[in-house]
């Protein structure tokens, strides 16, 4: 079996605070991730990360760039993903993201670098527990965040 490519997005509001999920009904189910998807066949990280943003929140993003990227192997669920992390601003009217995919998000809320950093030393505890892409940025990028401007 081959690694798929899965990209996360963080979506940063004027506060420097972006967009999380709790995940639902498929890999990492209960875990908290950043919106996002698979990569398809012959597409951009750019056009992903806009459409998923676009399919899962209902809200249209603008000024898309690439930002890192983990290797993402999940042995217990036997996947493996490399993760490539985008960033991008909301454009357009809509503000607010909204339950577009019912069966595999439960939630969306706003969170800042420091709140996701808190969750992450907390041990991953049930709660706030993070979905292992993200997870992976705090062990294999270390210096890593998202850039607030
Ligand atoms: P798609 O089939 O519609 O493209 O994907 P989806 O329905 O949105 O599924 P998903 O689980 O949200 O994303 C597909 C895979 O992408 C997921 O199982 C693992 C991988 N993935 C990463 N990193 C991230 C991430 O940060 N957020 C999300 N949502 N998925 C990620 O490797
Ligand atoms: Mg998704
Ligand atoms: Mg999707």
Redesign the pocket.
């Known amino acids: 079996m081959e690694a798929?490519?899965?990209?996360?997005?963080f979506v940063l509001n004027d506060e420097g605070k972006f967009i999380m999920?709790r995940?639902k009904g498929?890999?990492?189910a209960g875990t908290w991730?950043?919106?996002?998807?698979?990569?398809?066949f012959g597409e951009s990280f750019e056009a992903c990360a806009a459409r998923?943003l676009l399919?899962?929140t209902g809200l249209a993003v603008g000024d898309v760039h690439f930002l890192t990227a983990?290797n993402?192997v999940m042995e217990d669920v036997g996947?493996h993903?490399?993760?490539i992390?985008m960033q991008c601003r909301i454009i357009g009217e809509k503000t607010q993201p909204e339950i577009m995919?019912p069966d595999?998000c439960e939630e969306w809320e706003w969170a800042s670098w420091e709140d996701v950093r808190s969750w992450e030393a907390s041990g991953q505890d049930d709660e706030r527990k993070l979905?292992?892409?993200?997870h992976n940025l705090f062990v294999q990028r270390p210096l890593f965040r998202p850039a607030h401007n």
């Open positions: 798929r490519v899965g990209v996360g997005v999920g995940r498929s890999v990492g991730a950043l919106p996002g998807g698979h990569l398809e998923e399919e899962e983990t993402n996947k993903y490399v993760t992390f995919e595999k979905f292992q892409p993200i």
